[in-house]
């Protein structure tokens, strides 16, 4: 079994050329082929909800002249009902007989015999009433309620408040009402005092308001009847009667409001094209939801497509197979040959053979190979020539910048009698010189550095005074760590010379610890600073070297990347007035000979 799987890994691999073109070209022909599918559909959708969305506009604009034919039959009703003399007459009598009462009673019946037919067509009842237990209903079966009920309901109180407005309300299946209705109410008001003397009614059950559109809707094509408070009051889907689709309400608006057509959305989970109409007189949104998912699979037969794609993809496939194997079997051999030659043997041509353009290649690739062999030596050794040349140029930069201050002070200070502090400064240069002096490859330990460290610091000190405090914090597991030589005095010397200007004095601190797999050196001062913009990372110093005045600083950047690599270096941050962070960042290397300490050393 592991015979075979191995021989199986070394098939795919000579074929790999092959794999790869016939696996590139086969993601492309299905790609594009679903690219050409869905783009298809989509724009097959697009124009299909564009033009359904254009035919169900039209259809809602049918409805909505049904419901202001309604409306308008309604307003007529309440004109005639309102100047009509016989109605209030009937109604604000007072103090009459049995008889008088039986005849205002008809009078007032014959009257709205004559005003009832205009709303009778639409199914609709009509509906007065008086003080004193007036109540005159042309039709007791569509609405079968009492004086007392209806006085003391609410669209009665709010008709009496509003009494110049015509009010539709919605009143859901209760008690006295088996099926919900849509009643339309109107004060009846003497113009001269506004005074009210009865109320004037016009319900219809939602099943005969549903007349209005039920022969436009189905499955997928919905119609909602949605009042100011977000309330169905109508709809083919008699579940939704009486609900809370505030949502809906809100969506309605935004269609009005942006003068849309349609706009997609989701609703009820489920997603849906909504169109919507305003009907002012009812102040009320006739709203259509059309099912998108029900529309688009009676559209596009889904099926029948998947069938065409994989029938066409697999025809490709077969034709590109063919063309692909073709195309790769001689180049296929020539990289077999070409594998089989050692990382650092230059010297095994491969056989020319093969097609025309394998042969050109088995030719030039052992041109390569013969031109290969030639150059590689020169090129290893030159690189290592450039490589010690520029190290060496860069320890020439570091080292002597200070050198000639220096002297001139011990000179001074010789001068002045302060031969202690001459010598101890002589000491600090001696050693500090050696160390600089010796070979640039070595590197030494945090412990030595810091040592060399505090040499330039004695000797800077002794020359500037002690306005400049220097500390050191370093890690005790550091103190073993390997660095380049004098890597972080250019930053002193930096610090020293250029960061206390304009303020008198200050601190420098030197700060050495581990961050996981690399070593972390952060030289921080209070000093004037700089106006830099943002952190001048490790890229900065190779793409903008003139940002930096001090060349030591530059160059030791140089030196770590020559040494370690770009994923090190330097790191500098700064603030006007605030002072300046200079970071170093190298790969944590410890010595052979741990060097042991408890605490972390501060001067």
Same mark, same amino acid.
């Not at 790869?20 to 724009?43: H, Y």
């Not at 029900?294 to 197979?321: H, P, Q, R, Y």
């Not at 190979?369 to 030639?374: A, D, P, S, T």
């Not at 206390?500 to 921080?524: A, D, P, S």
């Given at each position: 079994?592991?015979?075979?799987?191995?021989?199986?890994?070394?098939?795919?691999?000579?074929?790999?050329?092959?794999?790869?073109?016939?696996?590139?070209? =086969?993601?492309?022909? /299905?790609?594009?082929?679903?690219? +050409? *599918?869905?783009? $298809? &559909?989509?724009?097959?959708?697009? !124009?299909?909800?564009?033009?359904?969305?254009?035919?169900?506009?039209?259809?809602?604009?049918?409805?909505?002249?049904?419901?202001?034919?309604?409306?308008?039959?309604?307003?007529?009703?309440?004109?005639?009902?309102?100047?009509?003399?016989?109605?209030?007459?009937?109604?604000?009598?007072?103090?009459?007989?049995?008889?008088?009462?039986?005849?205002?009673?008809?009078?007032?019946?014959?009257?709205?015999?004559?005003?009832?037919?205009?709303?009778?067509?639409?199914?609709?009842?009509?509906?007065?009433?008086?003080?004193?237990?007036?109540?005159?209903?042309?039709?007791?079966?569509?609405?079968? =309620?009492?004086?007392? /009920?209806?006085?003391?309901?609410? +669209? *009665?109180?709010? $008709? &009496?408040?509003?009494?110049?407005? !015509?009010?539709?309300?919605?009143?859901?299946?209760?008690?006295?009402?088996?099926?919900?209705?849509?009643?339309?109410?109107?004060?009846?008001?003497?113009?001269?005092?506004?005074?009210?003397?009865?109320?004037?009614?016009?319900?219809?059950?939602?099943?005969?308001?549903?007349?209005?559109?039920?022969?436009?809707?189905?499955?997928?094509?919905?119609?909602?009847?949605?009042?100011?408070?977000?309330?169905?009051?109508?709809?083919?889907?008699?579940?939704?009667?009486?609900?809370?689709?505030?949502?809906?309400?809100?969506?309605?608006?935004?269609?009005?409001?942006?003068?849309?057509?349609?706009?997609?959305?989701?609703?009820?989970?489920?997603?849906?094209?909504?169109?919507?109409?305003?009907?002012?007189?009812?102040?009320?949104?006739?709203?259509?939801?059309?099912?998108?998912?029900?529309?688009?699979?009676?559209?596009?037969?889904?099926?029948?497509?998947?069938?065409?794609?994989?029938?066409?993809?697999?025809?490709?496939?077969?034709?590109?197979?063919?063309?692909?194997?073709?195309?790769?079997?001689?180049?296929?051999?020539?990289?077999?040959?070409?594998?089989?030659?050692?990382?650092?043997?230059?010297?095994?041509?491969?056989?020319?053979?093969?097609?025309?353009?394998?042969?050109?290649?088995?030719?030039?690739?052992?041109?390569?190979?013969?031109?290969?062999?030639?150059?590689?030596?020169?090129?290893?050794?030159?690189?290592?020539?450039?490589?010690?040349?520029?190290?060496?140029?860069?320890?020439?930069?570091?080292?002597?910048?200070?050198?000639?201050?220096?002297?001139?002070?011990?000179?001074?200070?010789?001068?002045?009698?302060?031969?202690?502090?001459?010598?101890?400064?002589?000491?600090?240069?001696?050693?500090?010189?050696?160390?600089?002096?010796?070979?640039?490859?070595?590197?030494?330990?945090?412990?030595?550095?810091?040592?060399?460290?505090?040499?330039?610091?004695?000797?800077?000190?002794?020359?500037?005074?002690?306005?400049?405090?220097?500390?050191?914090?370093?890690?005790?597991?550091?103190?073993?760590?390997?660095?380049?030589?004098?890597?972080?005095?250019?930053?002193?010397?930096?610090?020293?010379?250029?960061?206390?200007?304009?303020?008198?004095?200050?601190?420098?601190?030197?700060?050495?610890?581990?961050?996981?797999?690399?070593?972390?050196?952060?030289?921080?001062?209070?000093?004037?600073?700089?106006?830099?913009?943002?952190?001048?990372?490790?890229?900065?110093?190779?793409?903008?070297?003139?940002?930096?005045?001090?060349?030591?600083?530059?160059?030791?950047?140089?030196?770590?990347?020559?040494?370690?690599?770009?994923?090190?270096?330097?790191?500098?941050?700064?603030?006007?007035?605030?002072?300046?962070?200079?970071?170093?960042?190298?790969?944590?290397?410890?010595?052979?000979?741990?060097?042991?300490?408890?605490?972390?050393?501060?001067?």
């Amino acid at each position: 079994m592991p015979k075979m799987k191995k021989q199986i890994v070394q098939v795919l691999k000579n074929n790999s050329l092959f794999i790869k073109m016939f696996l590139i070209m =086969v993601i492309s022909i /299905v790609a594009v082929s679903l690219l +050409i *599918t869905f783009s $298809s &559909i989509r724009m097959s959708s697009n !124009l299909f909800m564009n033009t359904f969305s254009i035919t169900n506009t039209k259809v809602l604009e049918q409805i909505k002249t049904r419901f202001e034919s309604y409306s308008f039959a309604i307003v007529s009703a309440t004109h005639e009902a309102q100047n009509n003399g016989t109605i209030k007459r009937g109604l604000t009598r007072e103090n009459e007989n049995a008889i008088q009462k039986s005849g205002s009673y008809l009078n007032i019946i014959r009257q709205m015999e004559r005003i009832y037919p205009t709303v009778d067509s639409y199914d609709a009842n009509m509906i007065i009433l008086g003080e004193n237990e007036r109540l005159f209903n042309m039709n007791y079966s569509n609405w079968p =309620v009492s004086w007392e /009920v209806l006085r003391n309901h609410s +669209i *009665t109180q709010q $008709s &009496i408040s509003e009494p110049t407005t !015509l009010h539709y309300h919605f009143i859901s299946s209760n008690s006295f009402n088996d099926k919900p209705m849509i009643v339309a109410t109107k004060a009846l008001i003497e113009r001269s005092t506004d005074e009210v003397y009865g109320v004037l009614y016009f319900p219809i059950r939602e099943e005969q308001l549903k007349a209005f559109y039920e022969g436009y809707t189905s499955k997928e094509n919905e119609v909602l009847l949605v009042n100011e408070t977000g309330r169905i009051v109508s709809s083919n889907k008699e579940e939704l009667i009486g609900e809370d689709a505030s949502d809906v309400l809100n969506l309605a608006k935004e269609v009005e409001n942006e003068e849309l057509k349609f706009k997609d959305v989701r609703i009820f989970d489920t997603d849906y094209m909504l169109m919507s109409e305003y009907l002012p007189t009812y102040n009320m949104y006739l709203v259509n939801l059309v099912d998108k998912n029900v529309v688009m699979d009676n559209l596009i037969n889904t099926k029948e497509i998947i069938l065409i794609s994989l029938g066409i993809v697999l025809l490709a496939v077969i034709v590109v197979f063919l063309i692909s194997r073709r195309m790769t079997n001689s180049i296929s051999r020539l990289v077999k040959q070409i594998s089989t030659i050692s990382k650092h043997d230059f010297n095994k041509p491969v056989a020319e053979s093969g097609g025309y353009e394998a042969r050109k290649i088995a030719n030039a690739f052992n041109y390569m190979l013969n031109e290969l062999q030639e150059y590689v030596d020169i090129v290893v050794q030159a690189q290592q020539k450039q490589r010690n040349a520029e190290l060496m140029a860069l320890q020439h930069q570091i080292n002597p910048h200070f050198l000639y201050n220096t002297l001139a002070s011990i000179k001074f200070m010789v001068q002045q009698g302060k031969k202690e502090k001459a010598t101890d400064m002589i000491h600090a240069l001696i050693s500090l010189l050696q160390n600089a002096l010796s070979n640039i490859d070595q590197t030494i330990t945090v412990e030595q550095e810091i040592k060399d460290l505090r040499n330039y610091v004695l000797i800077n000190q002794a020359r500037y005074g002690d306005r400049i405090k220097v500390n050191f914090f370093i890690s005790p597991d550091c103190l073993d760590c390997q660095l380049p030589k004098l890597i972080l005095q250019p930053f002193i010397e930096n610090a020293f010379f250029h960061a206390f200007n304009e303020k008198k004095e200050g601190f420098i601190q030197i700060l050495i610890g581990q961050k996981g797999e690399n070593l972390l050196c952060e030289i921080v001062d209070n000093g004037d600073g700089m106006e830099i913009k943002g952190d001048h990372t490790k890229e900065d110093f190779k793409e903008k070297r003139h940002l930096f005045s001090g060349i030591g600083i530059r160059n030791v950047h140089e030196r770590i990347q020559l040494l370690y690599g770009e994923e090190y270096g330097v790191e500098i941050t700064s603030k006007k007035g605030e002072g300046t962070k200079i970071k170093v960042e190298l790969p944590l290397q410890k010595a052979e000979t741990p060097i042991e300490s408890n605490e972390i050393t501060r001067i």
